[in-house]
């Protein structure tokens, strides 16, 4: 095995104390904090959907102000976007995408340093707005004008903090996409990359395509709060409706920022629990750029409701319709290269399979509501939260957990509790779909969202939904108690504790990694 | 055949990488024929073109439908 060797011949010290982690330049630091952060703001986020969950247990009003329910809502969404999933996923990155390509590093390393440290001042502003007069934004994730035009300071924390949270992801796209163009070991051609890799360039270019233009878009409502323009105000000249369109042109390419590392992830973890190669590994990349560029034309299908020419409803559902293809066929490259496999199901494969199971289900729900007349019916209701939730949750969240199941050995060089682990699957899973898959039928029944008391013939869905939310909450505490586990007490990993792993971090590194790895970058031949 | 004709694709080379490309699926053989011939530059025209050619075929499907 090809270990980490020291060109100059000696051991790099590097900081220690709180300085380690303040002035970290080392990529595997800096993903550890990203992780820790994003793992944060998921409790913090959590915790605010607990709240509106709490609310929503029964009909009436029981604990919050409408107000202060609806900036539990839009905090959360906001949190849970931008401070849980998001930097999670540039977190596997920092950790993964060197060790994946034999890179000593990232390419920008105090760059990458910033781009975290914009993050807590982000949060800050963000969690804080909670504590100024008039309270955190209230207008929902999208802060749609004329709400959001309206709003008090909270507003304006929100947009700062926004625009920081833009500033950090271009920046940690600009290095993931230098690194890996400029930063692969010999052999490693773009077409030998793992799919994690692959997935994290094209999220890449989205991220840098479309976050400067939700910073366009939140500067114009800033001047619009307060220098007098009128981008998106009616009694100025402007239109609430741009808004919505420019908003959207960066929100859809975004949520596919968020699903395609999870792609990434599960494309790495089912072939080493599956015992094969990735089936079709170059029609899962062609199917990666596919979405990725389908995702920048079909944004105003979230508008249906809005008001647009029957042309242009046609459009976007045709558009929308057809990202169902390159998906469909990552699905059918998934499951194809679990056939007649070796498997086995570890804590990470079985929230893999559950990520293809439950995000299938998330894709069919997209397609009903891509449909216009569906959509002009289901619009608002809890039938696109349920959605988006199978896509996000089970979708995003659940392959990040078996991302960090599957990493966890070769980070701390400790094996987790299995049988926790896979207590963690399964509690998720069961509270999972006891809160969103009831709420299909609420929002089919008619029920809108974000709003705090409902009609009493939605009372025992919501009932249902509040206890498998509390239940999902509470197994996620698991989660922090199997890492806590693992790192102080986990029995001590071997170099290769998955037999079917493939890549370089398995087969060129020890375990754990050493704190500088590839300093000689190794020679790929495969 | 010299040198200098291998790296050379064709635009229906070009194009049926790019159309493949779009739905996601591609031959091992022809991939690979692909990665020898087809340009960084090439590919990019190639899908700039594709997506324009997209787009415009959604319209008119858009307006053959609403007609």
Redesign the interface.
């Known amino acids: 095995m090809a270990v980490v060797q020291d060109v100059h011949g000696h051991v790099h010290g590097h900081p220690t104390g709180i300085m380690r982690w303040i002035g970290a330049t080392n990529h595997k630091d800096i993903g550890t904090m990203y992780l820790c952060f994003s793992l944060t703001m998921l409790f913090i986020g959590g915790f605010l959907i607990m709240g509106v969950r709490a609310e929503l247990f029964m009909p009436g009003m029981q604990i919050f102000e409408p107000e202060v329910f609806n900036s539990f809502t839009t905090l959360h969404g906001l949190i849970m976007v931008f401070g849980a999933i998001m930097p999670a996923f540039v977190g596997f990155a920092n950790w993964q995408v060197p060790m994946m390509i034999g890179a000593p590093d990232m390419a920008f390393a105090r760059m990458n340093n910033w781009s975290f440290w914009l993050l807590p001042v982000a949060a800050s502003l963000l969690i804080g707005s909670f504590f100024v007069p008039g309270g955190a934004a209230a207008g929902g994730w999208t802060f749609y004008p004329p709400l959001s035009t309206q709003g008090g300071l909270g507003v304006d924390m929100m947009i700062f903090a926004i625009h920081i949270l833009g500033a950090s992801s271009i920046m940690g796209a600009i290095n993931i996409i230098t690194t890996i163009l400029n930063m692969r070991a010999p052999g490693m051609t773009l077409?030998k990359m793992p799919m994690f890799v692959w997935t994290w360039l094209i999220t890449a270019y989205l991220l840098v395509l479309v976050m400067p233009v939700l910073a366009g878009t939140v500067t114009m409502l800033l001047t619009d709060r307060h220098f007098g323009t009128s981008f998106f105000n009616a009694a100025g000249g402007g239109d609430p409706v741009l808004f919505q369109h420019v908003f959207w042109f960066f929100g859809h390419p975004e949520v596919y920022i968020m699903i395609l590392p999870s792609f990434g992830i599960v494309s790495e973890v089912i072939p080493t629990f599956a015992r094969k190669p990735l089936f079709?590994y170059?029609?899962?990349v062609?199917?990666t750029?596919?979405i990725a560029?389908l995702s920048c034309?079909v944004w105003a299908h979230h508008m249906f409701s809005v008001g647009m020419p029957?042309?242009g409803q046609?459009?976007f559902m045709?558009?929308t319709m057809l990202i169902a293809?390159?998906t469909g066929?990552?699905v059918f490259n998934w499951t194809a290269t679990m056939w007649r496999g070796s498997m086995t199901f570890e804590t990470p494969m079985l929230f893999a399979i559950g990520f293809i199971l439950l995000f299938v289900i998330g894709g069919f729900s997209g397609v009903v509501c891509a449909l216009v007349p569906v959509d002009i019916q289901v619009q608002d209701t809890y039938y696109v939260i349920a959605h988006f939730h199978y896509v996000l949750v089970s979708g995003s969240l659940f392959s990040l957990f078996a991302g960090a199941y599957y990493w966890l050995p070769k980070w701390s060089g400790r094996m987790y509790d299995e049988t926790l682990g896979k207590w963690h699957f399964w509690l998720s899973m069961v509270f999972f779909n006891l809160t969103f898959f009831v709420q299909h039928f609420l929002g089919l029944a008619g029920m809108p969202r974000r709003i705090p008391d409902y009609a009493l013939q939605f009372a025992d869905f919501n009932m249902i939904s509040s206890i498998g939310a509390f239940g999902f909450g509470l197994a996620q505490l698991l989660f922090v108690y199997i890492v806590i586990k693992c790192l102080r007490s986990g029995e001590k990993a071997p170099d290769m504790p998955w037999d079917g792993a493939k890549t370089l971090e398995w087969t060129h590194l020890p375990t754990p990694a050493p704190y500088h790895s590839f300093e000689t970058p190794p020679v790929v031949k495969f | 055949m010299s040198d200098g004709d291998i790296d050379k694709a064709t635009v229906m080379q070009v194009a049926k990488a790019v159309f493949?490309?779009?739905?996601?699926?591609?031959k091992?053989g022809d991939?690979e024929n692909d990665?020898v011939k087809i340009t960084l530059l090439q590919a990019v025209i190639g899908?700039i073109v594709g997506?324009l050619i997209f787009?415009a075929g959604?319209?008119l499907?858009?307006?053959i439908?609403?007609s």
């Open positions: 077409m079709g170059s029609s899962m062609y199917a750029a596919s560029i034309i029957a042309a046609l459009f045709y558009a293809v390159p066929v990552k | 493949f490309s779009f739905i996601g699926i591609r091992q991939l990665a899908g997506c787009i959604l319209i499907l858009v307006r439908v609403t």
